[in-house]
């Protein structure tokens, strides 16, 4: 092989196409990490808890309220899911392992996503995006109240924030909604963290209820909302309440317009 001899470029070449332009990082495309699924375990009947293990020399940290999506391929498609990874209730303070990561997934008859993780074993492989979300740590750690509404599994951007306020002097509050006491994950960890009086409450509400029940049977309402929520805080102390809403998307919408009928201000309102 001859060595070139020393020469000057006039020019470097055409940019490619957004060469020099600045992205938000909402509208990043995000990076996909290959993970193996290191141990899958039932939480309710249509429920499971996925570990997820980073490949080797792989780290990262999810935000409070942020998610992760699963990428798969199905009859020559891809399909993409959101899920927000969780920590375990029953150990505080919890540090979030750097190095996987848990998941708590329904599983529906009729989702696509569902099929395809209903069919995983250990050792199987997933990709997994980096971390993705607006929400603002910052306002649990201006506010003096916390206020959580979730239905089924809305519930699990609500551990992250659950943990943040047992940690500090915060109060927070759970309205939980489900259809059946079969279907409330991690009932006992609630209810034990709430009988412990560790400025959280956590108010179950069923739809569907046997004779045993002793609950609030229903759904949330105005009425109910009223009867839990905070006042409504003055201009200047908007920022001493969140409320952070997750669930179906009409459950989280109806939710949305009830607050706002009541006059909370939208600014104290987070919908995941």
């Not at 001899?5 to 020019?11: F, K, L, Q, R, S």
């Not at 499971?48 to 391929?73: D, E, T």
């Not at 399909?79 to 375990?88: A, V």
């Not at 409320?243 to 009928?261: A, D, H, K, N, R």
Request: charged share 25%; net charge positive; with cysteine.
């Amino acid at each position: 092989m001859d060595k070139n001899t020393a020469m000057h470029w006039e020019v470097l070449g055409s940019y490619l196409p957004g060469h020099g332009a600045l992205t938000t990082r909402a509208k990043r495309e995000p990076r996909h990490h290959l993970c193996t699924v290191d141990e899958i375990k039932d939480v309710t009947h249509d429920t499971k808890h996925f570990r997820l293990q980073l490949s080797k020399g792989s780290y990262f940290k999810v935000p409070v309220g942020h998610h992760i999506s699963l990428r798969a391929k199905l009859d020559d498609n891809i399909i993409s899911r959101d899920y927000t990874p969780i920590t375990d209730l029953s150990h505080l303070p919890c540090e979030q392992q750097r190095d996987c990561v848990h998941l708590m997934i329904k599983l529906y008859k009729d989702g696509k996503m569902s099929k395809l993780l209903s069919q995983l074993k250990a050792g199987d492989k997933v990709w997994m995006s980096d971390p993705q979300g607006t929400f603002d740590e910052s306002r649990l750690h201006l506010a003096e109240k916390i206020i959580m509404i979730a239905a089924g599994s809305g519930f699990t951007p609500m551990v992250g924030i659950i943990q943040n306020a047992l940690q500090t002097t915060r109060s927070a509050k759970l309205l939980f909604a489900n259809k059946t006491e079969g279907d409330i994950v991690w009932r006992e960890k609630l209810d034990s963290l709430s009988r412990q009086g560790r400025r959280f409450e956590v108010i179950h509400v069923l739809s569907s209820v046997g004779v045993a029940w002793d609950g609030i049977h229903g759904r949330v309402t105005h009425g109910l909302l009223r009867e839990h929520l905070p006042p409504i805080p003055l201009a200047s102390q908007k920022n001493k309440i969140c409320i952070c809403v997750c669930g179906p998307t009409p459950f989280s919408e109806s939710m949305s317009s009830i607050l706002l009928e009541m006059q909370y201000p939208i600014e104290c309102i987070h919908v995941f």
